[in-house]
């Protein structure tokens, strides 16, 4: 059974950290991309950073670029997402998907990513 769960998400104050966990079971990472997108209420979901199974490839978006960094560690089939500096508008459910059929990042179209986890809430606030 192929699944991704997410976990690490919570409440943090703004300036404060978390990081995200995307655990794949069912399947290895390998020859796939990874990546986190995100969703407020109101708002379409967005991509945030992917990254290959090789790590060679990472991608982060404007939005978060220097303050969230991903990563994989192959060995545990897991992607982070370290979040820091988090903002109030980084206030969303963010997903992990994994797409198949890549090498490398190349874009976050949300149909070519083959299986998405349930969301973990991040909620920053004062």
């Known amino acids: 059974h192929l699944q991704l769960v997410e976990s690490g998400g919570g409440l943090v104050q703004p300036g404060g950290s978390l990081r995200l966990s995307c655990a794949a079971s069912?399947?290895?990472?390998?020859?796939?991309?990874i990546a986190w997108f995100r969703q407020s209420p109101g708002k379409e979901r967005e991509g945030v950073s992917c990254?290959?199974?090789?790590?060679?490839?990472?991608n982060v978006v404007d939005s978060v670029k220097g303050r969230f960094t991903i990563s994989i560690d192959n060995a545990k089939n897991t992607v982070y997402l370290q979040m820091n500096s988090l903002k109030p508008e980084d206030t969303a459910v963010y997903y992990c998907?994994?797409?198949?059929?890549?090498?490398?990042?190349?874009?976050?179209?949300?149909?070519?990513?083959?299986?998405w986890g349930q969301g973990t809430q991040v909620t920053v606030s004062s």
């Open positions: 990254i290959s199974s090789s790590g060679d490839s990472t």
């Open positions: 069912g399947f290895a990472l390998d020859y796939s991309v």
């Open positions: 998907a994994v797409d198949l059929q890549s090498y490398a990042c190349r874009n976050y179209v949300m149909y070519e990513y083959d299986y």
